[in-house]
């Protein structure tokens, strides 16, 4: 029998907010383990942050019990606090502070003192791999580096309970393996761990998840075995005549098809319940198309347990008028860009060139400068030397009229958090020049696109993220630009979110609309034409996501991932590199 301090005990928890006709939580009753880490999963608005503040005694119940290794959350928080770390979505690290003094901070608010505090220091500082970083300042650290902080801070007083609201959020492939190498070392040292997530590939990793929707608890159990339920419905479909993006969005339209998204050289299917590949066949009636069965992820069970999607065409698309096409006009082109502070180069002599109507995607971890790069390219950024052209015009000397072509929607969406929806679709059409009867009728398109009209007069920062993105994008596309320049797009957001997000991507493609952007998302990557991968400031690999997989390919990994892709292609170039003077 599992002992009262190695659980978590949910008994007919509910939680209702005022003005919500359904609870953000209803009536959860389960058990939670210590010795492993649990995954706690579910598309945007599941209630996943409603409950892990539930846990950490921040919001009241609305009806049942909670207990949190022996402890009630609201009347023993005192003795529960004290044993345990929680590190939510926006971890309060002081950025004008050093690594050292946030540490000596949390230490301070900890009571952790004298010769334990300089062992927990150096225990956590080798732990994250910040000891040669303890001088500089948080908020000069990559996101990889923060979060590995968040990491450090949360666990100064040695908690035996760890809540972690999703940590990998925008943080890098290599520098989420390395988050979940530590919580999973913790987990065997019998730290009792739940670890919140939209990335389903981190979910794989979790001995047991609990998956929710709405509220309410789907699944709990071994990822395996949810993924297993889907076995001989994952397909690989391709057709030499038609091209991914138009093959996936007529695949879509299909009642035999719950899930489609583009993987490489092919489309990765989900049949629906009680559908077979003879029945796709005849349902799609193209001759010349190759199906062949592949191994199911999580991600097709969780989709799959979800519904499939519910959009399934971009009402955008409809909207935007085409552009003219010259696929091998050069719109976007970095020439030898450089960008340095003092004597750091962010950006290091990187040239590339973008074609009308492609998607070209901008990789590689935090710090690498790829954020840079991007700034340079639409504009935000003056380059130390090198050109960013776009349409053929230097935005050093043509920025203002080269602007009136771009959209651009930020990594932190730029909307106006205190302003209602209404009010910034206004603000950002009036911005790019609309006005009277055009802008009015440019609002009406945008809300019905992206299904604004319930949330119209809600105050934005009230929104869940998947409708702070819908309506970041609807604000970068008032003007129909030539070309979308996109930074994390989707940082954050769930799978399906992410799937509606990409539709409007790729209807605005096939009116001849180039995109650029910068992901942490390797599935995303799958979406993108040709991929530059930034590395130490400069580009160390190009070519189609294709193209960077065969660069890895060999006995061990003959099939690589993108991510595999990803880190091999950088674990390659340190190799390579390493005996350079840094």
């Given at each position: 029998?599992?002992?009262?301090?190695?659980?978590?005990?949910?008994?007919?928890?509910?939680?209702?907010?005022?003005?919500?006709?359904?609870?953000?939580?209803?009536?959860?009753?389960?058990?939670?383990?210590?010795?492993?880490?649990?995954?706690?999963?579910?598309?945007?608005?599941?209630?996943?942050?409603?409950?892990?503040?539930?846990?950490?005694?921040?919001?009241?119940p609305s009806e049942g019990q909670l207990s949190v290794a022996g402890?009630?959350?609201?009347?023993?928080?005192?003795?529960?606090?004290?044993?345990?770390?929680?590190?939510?979505?926006?971890?309060?690290?002081?950025?004008?502070?050093?690594?050292?003094?946030?540490?000596?901070?949390?230490?301070?608010?900890?009571?952790?003192?004298?010769?334990?505090?300089?062992?927990?220091?150096?225990?956590?500082?080798?732990?994250?791999?910040?000891?040669?970083?303890?001088?500089?300042?948080?908020?000069?650290?990559?996101?990889?580096?923060?979060?590995?902080?968040?990491?450090?801070?949360?666990?100064?007083?040695?908690?035996?309970?760890?809540?972690?609201?999703?940590?990998?959020?925008?943080?890098?492939?290599?520098?989420?393996?390395?988050?979940?190498?530590?919580?999973?070392?913790?987990?065997?040292?019998?730290?009792?761990?739940?670890?919140?997530?939209?990335?389903?590939?981190?979910?794989?990793?979790?001995?047991?998840?609990?998956?929710?929707?709405?509220?309410?608890?789907?699944?709990?159990?071994?990822?395996?075995?949810?993924?297993?339920?889907?076995?001989?419905?994952?397909?690989?479909?391709?057709?030499?005549?038609?091209?991914?993006?138009?093959?996936?969005?007529?695949?879509?339209?299909?009642?035999?098809?719950?899930?489609?998204?583009?993987?490489?050289?092919?489309?990765?299917?989900?049949?629906?319940?009680?559908?077979?590949?003879?029945?796709?066949?005849?349902?799609?009636?193209?001759?010349?198309?190759?199906?062949?069965?592949?191994?199911?992820?999580?991600?097709?069970?969780?989709?799959?347990?979800?519904?499939?999607?519910?959009?399934?065409?971009?009402?955008?698309?409809?909207?935007?008028?085409?552009?003219?096409?010259?696929?091998?006009?050069?719109?976007?082109?970095?020439?030898?860009?450089?960008?340095?502070?003092?004597?750091?180069?962010?950006?290091?002599?990187?040239?590339?060139?973008?074609?009308?109507?492609?998607?070209?995607?901008?990789?590689?971890?935090?710090?690498?400068?790829?954020?840079?790069?991007?700034?340079?390219?639409?504009?935000?950024?003056?380059?130390?030397?090198?050109?960013?052209?776009?349409?053929?015009?230097?935005?050093?000397?043509?920025?203002?009229?080269?602007?009136?072509?771009?959209?651009?929607?930020?990594?932190?969406?730029?909307?106006?958090?205190?302003?209602?929806?209404?009010?910034?679709?206004?603000?950002?059409?009036?911005?790019?020049?609309?006005?009277?009867?055009?802008?009015?009728?440019?609002?009406?398109?945008?809300?019905?696109?992206?299904?604004?009209?319930?949330?119209?007069?809600?105050?934005?920062?009230?929104?869940?993220?998947?409708?702070?993105?819908?309506?970041?994008?609807?604000?970068?596309?008032?003007?129909?630009?030539?070309?979308?320049?996109?930074?994390?797009?989707?940082?954050?957001?769930?799978?399906?979110?992410?799937?509606?997000?990409?539709?409007?991507?790729?209807?605005?493609?096939?009116?001849?609309?180039?995109?650029?952007?910068?992901?942490?998302?390797?599935?995303?990557?799958?979406?993108?034409?040709?991929?530059?991968?930034?590395?130490?400031?400069?580009?160390?690999?190009?070519?189609?996501?294709?193209?960077?997989?065969?660069?890895?390919?060999?006995?061990?990994?003959?099939?690589?991932?993108?991510?595999?892709?990803?880190?091999?292609?950088?674990?390659?170039?340190?190799?390579?590199?390493?005996?350079?003077?840094?």
């Open positions: 029998m599992v002992s009262s301090d190695q659980l978590i005990r949910l008994m007919g928890v509910v939680k209702h907010f005022p003005g919500l006709e359904n609870p953000a939580v209803a009536s959860l009753d389960t058990e939670i383990r210590a010795g492993g880490v649990t995954g706690l999963v579910g598309p945007d608005g599941a209630g996943k942050t409603t409950l892990m503040r539930m846990l950490a005694g921040l919001l009241i402890f009630d959350p609201l009347t023993e928080d005192r003795a529960l606090h004290a044993i345990l770390g929680y590190m939510p979505q926006k971890f309060g690290l002081y950025e004008d502070l050093t690594v050292m003094e946030n540490l000596t901070l949390y230490a301070e608010l900890r009571d952790v003192e004298g010769q334990v505090r300089e062992q927990t220091f150096k225990r956590l500082l080798k732990f994250t791999s910040l000891e040669p970083f303890t001088d500089r300042l948080a908020g000069k650290l990559s996101g990889g580096m923060k979060q590995k902080l968040g990491l450090a801070c949360t666990l100064v007083g040695q908690p035996k309970v760890l809540l972690l609201d999703e940590p990998g959020v925008g943080v890098d492939p290599i520098s989420r393996r390395e988050l979940w190498q530590m919580v999973h070392e913790l987990a065997d040292e019998g730290m009792l761990i739940l670890w919140s997530t939209s990335y389903l590939d981190e979910a794989e990793q979790c001995r047991e998840i609990l998956l929710m929707n709405g509220g309410k608890l789907l699944y709990q159990g071994d990822p395996k075995t949810l993924t297993q339920q889907v076995a001989g419905r994952s397909l690989l479909v391709s057709h030499p005549g038609e091209s991914n993006r138009q093959l996936m969005q007529r695949l879509l339209k299909l009642d035999v098809v719950s899930d489609a998204v583009i993987q490489g050289h092919a489309i990765r299917l989900m049949l629906a319940k009680n559908s077979t590949v003879d029945s796709l066949s005849r349902a799609i009636n193209l001759p010349g198309l190759k199906i062949s069965e592949t191994t199911p992820r999580f991600e097709d069970a969780f989709i799959d347990l979800l519904g499939g999607m519910a959009i399934v065409e971009s009402a955008l698309g409809n909207m935007l008028h085409t552009l003219p096409h010259n696929p091998d006009e050069t719109v976007i082109e970095a020439r030898t860009l450089t960008k340095k502070f003092g004597h750091f180069a962010a950006t290091d002599h990187v040239t590339f060139a973008v074609k009308r109507g492609e998607i070209f995607g901008l990789l590689g971890p935090n710090g690498a400068g790829k954020s840079t790069t991007f700034k340079m390219m639409c504009g935000l950024m003056v380059p130390s030397s090198g050109d960013a052209l776009v349409l053929g015009m230097d935005l050093k000397k043509s920025s203002g009229q080269a602007r009136q072509h771009l959209g651009y929607m930020a990594q932190k969406f730029s909307l106006y958090s205190n302003l209602t929806v209404m009010q910034n679709l206004r603000f950002f059409s009036g911005i790019y020049g609309l006005s009277g009867k055009k802008q009015g009728e440019k609002i009406n398109d945008m809300c019905e696109a992206f299904a604004l009209q319930p949330v119209m007069n809600s105050v934005t920062d009230s929104l869940p993220l998947g409708f702070k993105q819908r309506l970041a994008l609807a604000c970068s596309m008032m003007h129909e630009p030539d070309i979308l320049f996109l930074d994390e797009p989707t940082s954050g957001v769930d799978p399906i979110t992410r799937r509606e997000f990409w539709l409007h991507i790729n209807s605005m493609v096939s009116k001849g609309v180039t995109v650029m952007v910068t992901t942490h998302f390797m599935d995303e990557a799958e979406y993108c034409d040709r991929i530059g991968l930034v590395y130490h400031g400069k580009l160390i690999a190009t070519g189609t996501p294709d193209d960077l997989k065969q660069q890895v390919v060999d006995s061990q990994t003959p099939d690589p991932t993108m991510e595999q892709a990803f880190i091999g292609l950088i674990s390659r170039w340190d190799k390579e590199h390493s005996h350079e003077p840094s």
